[in-house]
């Protein structure tokens, strides 16, 4: 799954897992390359998070609801309505978004099996 902003595509993991949503971002060192998209979620902690991050929170469609950009670590973001999916994004990745739009996702073959 790929998510496109503008002419770059950013690859996007869907977490299912517990112990993969447990874990996501928490003490990865590396520059963040990729996104991770957290379904069933409606908010966020970024505890040991070891970097900055963009946060975008939309309905069960991918319409855009909030976005936050450059969030620091030890944050929290508290339920909001109608929000389905959490989608963690490498960093400068919410400039290019806008409120009230669909994000542009390209499903792969591998989301299918």
């Keep these: ?4 902003v503008k002419r770059k595509k950013i690859k996007i993991i869907e977490l299912k897992k517990f112990w993969d949503r447990f874990k996501g971002f928490k003490f ?3 520059p963040i390359t990729y996104g991770l998209k957290f379904p069933r979620k409606k908010f966020v902690t ?3 998070l070891c970097q900055k991050i963009d946060v975008v929170l939309t309905d069960k469609e991918d319409n855009i609801l909030y976005m936050v950009e450059n969030m620091k670590s030890e944050k929290y973001i508290f339920p ?14 919410v400039k290019n978004l806008k409120l009230n739009t669909k994000l542009k996702i390209v499903k792969t073959k591998e989301d299918e099996n």
């Design 46 to 48: 970024t505890n040991f």
């Design 1 to 4: 799954m790929y998510l496109q």
């Design 28 to 30: 990865y060192l590396e």
């Design 80 to 93: 909001k309505r109608k929000v389905y999916n959490v989608y963690f994004l490498p960093l400068n990745t």
